[in-house]
């Protein structure tokens, strides 16, 4: 087994793996690439964006939903995320050739996600993730629940965004009644005192709003 292998592997350290994803921006010509993470224990896994013909579109919703696509069986919900976080995407093809698409689960609902490219998985430790600045919680209207910096020894201004994916599912309303039920199943089974304190931990204020409803 290599190195990085191990490395990957090794638990008990109190980290936490995330897949860096890139979003091309249009600033006036010139190309921007935002560098984002999202939770590798939200992913189911990530495909190839599929052919256009393959998206069922769906009328009247917002058109942050890109659509719908049947995944082995199973239809779920497009989300077309440069239009979420408010970036202009580059006209030229040949720089987004590399959609992906991030398949995640959110409290059992499957959902995916439009990135311009995967590329790869990091391991931080928890002590490494800072709240966003007043500058970036504004200029993401708070889309943004923490920050990475120095991520590569090479350029030490580079910096990875966390992306609040629940944040996206409760504004298009992907998270329905059926979800808060099945929270309220799930820990009634659990069978817990009236008198015990739960305490809910999740990095998205969306997925505590959720759990705390039920």
């Keep these: ?3 990085e292998l191990k490395e990957v592997l090794r638990v008990g350290e109190n980290r936490v793996e995330f897949v860096d994803f890139r979003m091309f921006e249009d600033r006036s010509g010139y190309i921007k ?13 990530i495909i190839k964006y599929p052919d256009p013909k393959e998206i069922i ?24 995320l440069a239009k ?20 995640a689960n959110f409290n059992n609902v499957t959902v995916g996600f439009i990135v311009h490219e995967a590329k790869r998985i990091r391991r931080f430790a928890w002590s490494d993730i800072k709240p966003p600045n007043d500058v970036l919680s504004s200029q993401y209207e ?11 020894d090479d350029d030490k201004e580079k910096v ?17 009644a059926e979800n808060i039920e099945k929270i309220e199943k799930d820990m009634t089974s ?9 305490l809910i931990a999740d990095d998205s204020s969306i997925a505590r709003k959720i759990i705390k409803e039920a």
């Excluded at 990875?160 to 329905?176: P, R, S, T």
């Excluded at 005192?193 to 739960?198: C, D």
């Design 1 to 3: 087994m290599n190195d």
């Design 33 to 45: 690439e935002n560098i984002y993470g999202i939770n590798v224990a939200k992913i189911k896994e």
């Design 57 to 80: 579109s769906i009328h009247g919703k917002s058109d942050v939903l890109e659509g719908m696509i049947n995944l082995r069986g199973e239809v779920i919900p497009i989300v077309n």
């Design 84 to 103: 979420w976080l408010n970036i202009k995407e580059p006209q030229d093809p040949s720089i987004t050739k590399n959609k992906k698409i991030i398949v």
């Design 142 to 152: 708070n889309k943004i629940i923490g920050t990475i910096n120095n991520i590569d």
């Design 160 to 176: 990875l965004l966390i992306v609040d994916f629940e944040k996206i599912c409760e504004e298009l309303g992907i998270f329905g």
């Design 190 to 198: 659990a069978k817990i005192s009236r008198k015990a304190n739960v």
